[in-house]
T-cell receptor
Framework: GDSVTQMEGPVTLSEEAFLTINCTYT??????LFWYVQYPGEGLQLLLK?????DKGSNKGFEATYRKETTSFHLEKGSVQVSDSAVYFC????????????FGTGTKLQVIP | SQTIHQWPATLVQPVGSPLSLECTVE??????LYWYRQAAGRGLQLLFY??????ISSEVPQNLSASRPQDRQFILSSKKLLLSDSGFYLC?????????????FGDGTRLSIL
């Protein structure tokens, strides 16, 4: 079955540091890939997505590239802010009437001033 | 634009009491609907999903049930709550069909069982 593996957290960075959160997946076919963000006490919000190999999703300074050859979708940001502190989830889904989403376990990011 | 509403935001219930959590979606029709549970510091567990009125699929056997009485309404219920039912419950929706349709989440209900 499908699976998503994320790096263990928490990840602690100083403000303006470079961020990478690793995500690899196992799936048949060509799934769509997503990053969601969850701020404390809230639901998940879609951060970015990519639907085919070599696509780059980007939003709010975050980027991730769909790498079919390495089955990866690493999240990056060049300069993090305190307001980026949250839990980040990598996820995949397949096309179809019911798009079951497989989530990773989440990576907590703490950005300190 | 589409919105999703989930209530209540927090709930404290005694063991053995019933439960009803409600979720409604606005601005779309025939959405796929989902209920997830998130234990403290953990990932998401899919509990139920629905592709249409009256159509409910359960992912895991448990003490909970779900219903979809209207196209954009999804209800999570229990007749008798257990301590293990504590957690953060999230409702979500997605467009049916197509490729790369993301799920959109409500703000969640924090359920504490005493």
């Amino acid at each position: 079955g499908d699976s998503v593996t994320q790096m263990e957290g928490p990840v602690t960075l100083s403000e303006e540091a470079f961020l990478t959160i690793n995500c690899t997946y196992t799936a048949t076919g060509y799934p769509s890939l997503f990053w969601y963000v969850q701020y404390p006490g809230e639901g998940l919000q879609l951060l970015l997505k990519a639907t085919k190999a070599d696509d780059k999703g980007s939003n709010k300074g975050f980027e991730a590239t769909y790498r079919k050859e390495t089955t990866s979708f690493h999240l990056e940001k060049g300069s993090v802010q305190v307001s980026d502190s949250a839990v980040y989830f990598c996820a995949l889904s397949h096309s179809g009437g019911y798009q079951k989403v497989t989530f990773g376990t989440g990576t907590k990011l703490q950005v300190i001033p | 634009s589409q919105t999703i509403h989930q209530w209540p935001a927090t709930l404290v219930q005694p063991v053995g009491s019933p439960l009803s959590l409600e979720c409604t979606v606005e601005g779309t029709s025939n959405p796929n609907l989902y209920w997830y549970r998130q234990a403290a510091g953990r990932g998401l567990q899919l509990l139920f999903y629905s592709v249409g009125i009256g159509q409910i699929s359960s992912e895991v056997p448990q003490n909970l049930s779900a219903s979809r009485p209207q196209d954009r309404q999804f209800i999570l219920s229990s007749k008798k709550l257990l301590l293990s039912d504590s957690g953060f419950y999230l409702c979500a929706w997605s467009q049916s069909g197509g490729r790369g349709q993301p799920q959109h989440f409500g703000d969640g209900t924090r359920l504490s069982i005493l």
